[in-house]
């Protein structure tokens, strides 16, 4: 397993030369995050906080922390312990009042994608990482894989030309019950902001940001609001980027990227182990690095940033986030579709069918 | 091979009881359509026409076609040797002049795809077919391969539910050199006419037609004036279908229906030999039928049309052909893209950069 090239420098951090981890939130995804950083021999888990402090000590024994809190302030008020960087694991509506306190602790910190709910959200959060010169980063793992970063050198070397059309799509079959996260709107649920944004952000680092105009339309679950398949056509001057996604069918979870000279395949390109690149001359190019986990990327992407002394990844940047929340803002405008907190906060509309 | 079920009563046709075809124009879609008659026990090359005699002699010579003609009014004027049925092997703009002599001697006809050039052309086409009683079909081959036909199946039986997104593309690079067919607007060059066709008459088979709405664009060569890639979102009430297609650049030349209850995949749709069907429950089937060729289930559709004594093939039938051209002719309008047999006619616009 190969990862991203460390500085020459290496900062020294803590006493024991560990990047220690805090993590807020301690569902699946924190614990896929807990797994990732066994695997890195330059980090350990410092701490773990959930409002349940049962459940913040049932986590912090399975993956070796050394602290566990009841609460998101107590992991930030314990000085003696304080962590290299924290990890939002919580569900999306949570992730600005959750950030908040950590960037004000001056702490660096890795949020959960998407970065919030919204631009506006966003906006305040960026601000503030910005004003505290504390460094942030919102976790799109994907981005960092060895498969994706080779698919971006080969476009940036010319290998297919420019770049005509992207396609990628996404979905998952996440079943009828309405109570659960994916179909329920208070929880952030539905598909463009829980996996539709792979396909957007996979765009920008391809196309860049934002698109020049969007086409775009969805369905909405008629008993909870949420969004179960959305299709958009993003056009870029020289481009055009088709995605889609849903939550209530599998999708190929493939993109493709066709330019003047060739183009490039990825196969389950969210999670992507390998990519394919073919030329019109009849080469072809085959890249192939197989994972497990995948977020041990993302992560000594943070590690390499903070003992840089960077404040954002050139890879992935709170301006590229802003970007992407802009456009999810606007396509879900043009579906009608707002978040209870959004209406709560003097939103217009109530969904809809789009 | 298997070929589409023959009718249970066969109407006795020529004295030989075998379909006797005239071919107009001898080129490679007419050379690859007599090999197709070979594959098919019940079917006979007759005679062959080009407007250069020696031509058509060396084609009949080929394919044993009993007859060679040096004018397409000839294979017509020849009453003891009159085909059952005509090919039009012509490049498109020509086909409108070489079909309309065809279907006033009454002779039943199957017209290479596009049917003609724009609307116009093939309305005049189709009033003149039905005034006449005869039998006419768009060769779209593709549409009758027996994968294509199974996929059908499988959507009509619900397998996968409402279909929600359509995906097609299909690219090849036929090179730089302006002077060739597909990059020459005089012969009616472009990716849309020559290739786009068969996303949109994919889509027709598998979501109907007309689309509601339409978001498109396309690359004009600066030279010629052809459109070399295009992109287009068809949207209908209940799916949209993601098209794309380029004469410059290969393009996977894949399909994908998706929908509520699972997913089916056709690699090379438009000659497809096989299709995958997934369905939520985690079951799936593929369908398989090699062949070579291809052409033979188009043709043998013709056969059992004719013997049934229709005027349309119910599988591709002239509304519909009518309906994409239509479409075709708004997506042209979008670009600004005029044929120059057009621009005579009066259109307003010279093609320029979309």
Chains 1, 2 share one sequence.
């Not at 996604?245 to 992507?272: N, V, W």
């Not at 396509?331 to 959004?342: F, G, H």
Request: aromatic letters at 10%.
């Amino acid at each position: 397993m190969n990862k991203p090239d460390q500085p020459e420098v290496i900062q020294p951090l803590s006493s024991a030369g560990c990047f220690k981890w805090g993590i807020i939130g301690c569902g699946t995804i924190a614990a896929k995050f807990a797994e990732a950083i066994t695997l890195l021999p330059d980090a350990c888990l410092q701490a773990a906080a959930s409002r349940d402090l049962a459940r913040a000590e049932a986590f912090a024994r399975q993956w070796g922390a050394k602290h566990a809190y009841g609460s998101y302030e107590d992991l930030l008020a314990d000085p003696a312990n304080r962590p290299d960087a924290v990890y939002i694991a919580t569900i999306h509506p949570q992730h600005l009042a959750a950030a908040r306190p950590v960037l004000q602790a001056g702490i660096p910190l890795l949020v959960e994608k998407p970065l919030t709910l919204n631009a506006a959200e966003a906006r305040e959060l960026i601000q503030l990482a910005r004003q505290q010169n504390c460094f942030m980063m919102e976790a799109m793992w994907s981005r960092f894989l060895p498969a994706a970063r080779q698919v971006k050198r080969w476009i940036d070397e010319g290998r297919i030309g420019q770049v005509r059309l992207l396609q990628a799509d996404y979905g998952y079959n996440g079943g009828p019950d309405r109570s659960r996260r994916h179909l329920n709107r208070t929880l952030g649920g539905g598909t463009l902001l829980d996996i539709g944004i792979y396909n957007l952000e996979f765009t920008g680092d391809i196309l860049g940001y934002p698109p020049q105009a969007l086409q775009s339309r969805a369905w909405l679950d008629p008993e909870s609001g949420a969004d179960t398949h959305y299709q958009a056509t993003l056009i870029y001057p020289q481009a055009t980027a088709q995605l889609a996604g849903s939550i209530m069918t599998y999708y190929p979870d493939r993109a493709c990227i066709l330019g003047d000279k060739g183009r490039i395949e990825l196969p389950h390109f969210h999670e992507a182990q390998e990519a394919w690149l073919y030329t019109e001359d009849g080469a072809s190019c085959h890249f192939c690095q197989p994972y497990q986990n995948g977020f041990q990327f993302e992560i000594a992407e943070v590690m390499r940033c903070v003992r840089a002394g960077l404040t954002e990844s050139p890879v992935m940047t709170l301006t590229e986030s802003l970007a992407w929340q802009t456009v999810m803002d606007q396509l879900r405008q043009d579906w009608n579709l707002v978040y209870p907190t959004e209406k709560a906060a003097g939103q217009p509309a109530e969904p809809r069918q789009a």
